[in-house]
Nanobody, 126 residues
Protein backbone atom coordinates (compact mmCIF):
# COMPACT_ATOMS: atom_id res chain seq x y z
CA UNK A 1 0.00 0.00 0.00
CA UNK A 2 1.38 3.37 -1.03
CA UNK A 3 0.46 6.39 1.05
CA UNK A 4 1.05 10.02 0.20
CA UNK A 5 0.74 13.11 2.37
CA UNK A 6 0.72 16.65 0.97
CA UNK A 7 1.64 19.73 2.94
CA UNK A 8 2.46 23.40 2.40
CA UNK A 9 -0.72 24.80 0.93
CA UNK A 10 -2.49 27.94 2.03
CA UNK A 11 -3.51 31.46 1.07
CA UNK A 12 -1.07 33.65 -0.86
CA UNK A 13 -1.33 36.94 -2.68
CA UNK A 14 -0.92 37.18 -6.45
CA UNK A 15 2.75 37.23 -7.33
CA UNK A 16 3.65 35.32 -4.19
CA UNK A 17 5.26 31.93 -3.66
CA UNK A 18 4.48 28.62 -1.97
CA UNK A 19 6.25 25.29 -1.77
CA UNK A 20 4.23 22.08 -1.63
CA UNK A 21 5.64 18.84 -0.26
CA UNK A 22 4.55 15.28 -0.95
CA UNK A 23 5.84 12.57 1.37
CA UNK A 24 5.60 9.04 -0.07
CA UNK A 25 5.54 5.97 2.17
CA UNK A 26 8.37 3.47 1.83
CA UNK A 27 7.01 0.57 -0.22
CA UNK A 28 10.42 -0.84 -1.10
CA UNK A 29 11.01 0.58 -4.59
CA UNK A 30 12.22 3.70 -6.39
CA UNK A 31 10.69 2.57 -9.68
CA UNK A 32 7.89 5.07 -9.82
CA UNK A 33 6.95 8.58 -10.84
CA UNK A 34 5.30 11.27 -8.74
CA UNK A 35 2.99 13.84 -10.23
CA UNK A 36 1.34 17.00 -8.99
CA UNK A 37 -2.19 17.72 -10.15
CA UNK A 38 -4.70 20.43 -9.41
CA UNK A 39 -8.43 20.79 -9.61
CA UNK A 40 -10.31 24.06 -9.59
CA UNK A 41 -14.04 24.20 -8.76
CA UNK A 42 -16.07 23.01 -11.72
CA UNK A 43 -13.01 21.96 -13.71
CA UNK A 44 -11.32 18.68 -14.47
CA UNK A 45 -8.20 17.60 -12.66
CA UNK A 46 -5.12 18.59 -14.65
CA UNK A 47 -1.48 17.54 -14.54
CA UNK A 48 0.85 20.30 -13.40
CA UNK A 49 4.25 18.62 -13.11
CA UNK A 50 5.77 15.18 -12.62
CA UNK A 51 9.13 13.50 -12.23
CA UNK A 52 10.75 10.11 -12.00
CA UNK A 53 12.15 9.03 -8.65
CA UNK A 54 14.70 6.87 -10.48
CA UNK A 55 15.67 8.89 -13.57
CA UNK A 56 16.61 12.58 -13.94
CA UNK A 57 13.52 13.45 -15.98
CA UNK A 58 10.68 15.81 -15.26
CA UNK A 59 7.74 17.47 -16.93
CA UNK A 60 6.02 20.82 -16.39
CA UNK A 61 2.76 21.87 -18.00
CA UNK A 62 2.99 24.89 -20.30
CA UNK A 63 0.75 26.86 -17.95
CA UNK A 64 3.36 26.69 -15.16
CA UNK A 65 6.69 26.57 -17.02
CA UNK A 66 9.08 29.16 -15.68
CA UNK A 67 6.95 29.62 -12.54
CA UNK A 68 6.75 26.16 -10.92
CA UNK A 69 9.60 23.72 -10.34
CA UNK A 70 9.23 20.09 -9.29
CA UNK A 71 12.11 18.47 -7.39
CA UNK A 72 12.80 15.48 -5.18
CA UNK A 73 14.74 14.24 -2.19
CA UNK A 74 15.08 10.48 -2.62
CA UNK A 75 16.49 9.98 0.87
CA UNK A 76 13.36 11.56 2.34
CA UNK A 77 11.04 10.03 -0.27
CA UNK A 78 9.64 13.50 -0.72
CA UNK A 79 8.74 15.46 -3.83
CA UNK A 80 8.45 19.23 -3.78
CA UNK A 81 6.82 21.77 -6.02
CA UNK A 82 8.07 25.32 -5.72
CA UNK A 83 5.43 27.69 -7.01
CA UNK A 84 6.30 31.28 -7.84
CA UNK A 85 4.64 34.25 -9.54
CA UNK A 86 1.32 32.77 -8.45
CA UNK A 87 -1.83 33.87 -10.22
CA UNK A 88 -5.49 33.66 -9.16
CA UNK A 89 -6.00 30.98 -11.81
CA UNK A 90 -3.54 28.76 -9.92
CA UNK A 91 -6.15 28.42 -7.17
CA UNK A 92 -7.40 24.90 -6.55
CA UNK A 93 -6.90 21.70 -4.63
CA UNK A 94 -3.48 20.26 -5.33
CA UNK A 95 -2.88 16.53 -5.23
CA UNK A 96 0.22 14.42 -5.52
CA UNK A 97 0.04 10.91 -6.90
CA UNK A 98 2.21 7.89 -7.73
CA UNK A 99 2.49 6.13 -11.10
CA UNK A 100 4.20 2.76 -10.54
CA UNK A 101 4.91 2.26 -14.26
CA UNK A 102 5.95 5.81 -15.16
CA UNK A 103 9.48 5.96 -13.83
CA UNK A 104 10.97 5.93 -17.37
CA UNK A 105 8.24 7.61 -19.40
CA UNK A 106 6.41 10.38 -17.60
CA UNK A 107 2.73 11.08 -18.07
CA UNK A 108 0.71 14.11 -16.94
CA UNK A 109 -2.55 12.18 -17.24
CA UNK A 110 -4.40 11.51 -13.96
CA UNK A 111 -5.60 8.12 -15.23
CA UNK A 112 -2.02 6.80 -15.18
CA UNK A 113 -1.67 7.37 -11.43
CA UNK A 114 -2.92 4.72 -9.05
CA UNK A 115 -2.21 6.17 -5.59
CA UNK A 116 -3.29 9.63 -4.49
CA UNK A 117 -2.88 11.95 -1.56
CA UNK A 118 -5.83 13.62 0.12
CA UNK A 119 -5.24 16.97 -1.55
CA UNK A 120 -4.37 20.38 -0.19
CA UNK A 121 -5.92 23.78 -0.87
CA UNK A 122 -3.97 26.56 -2.55
CA UNK A 123 -5.72 29.90 -2.82
CA UNK A 124 -4.22 32.85 -4.66
CA UNK A 125 -6.12 35.98 -3.81
CA UNK A 126 -5.60 39.54 -2.65
Amino acid sequence: QVQLVESGGGLVQPGGSLTLSCAVSDFGSDYYAVGWFRQAPGKEREGVACLSMLEAISYHADSVKGRFTISKDNAKRTVYMQMGSLKPEDTGVYFCAVDLSGWARLSPLPKEYKYWGQGIQVTVSS
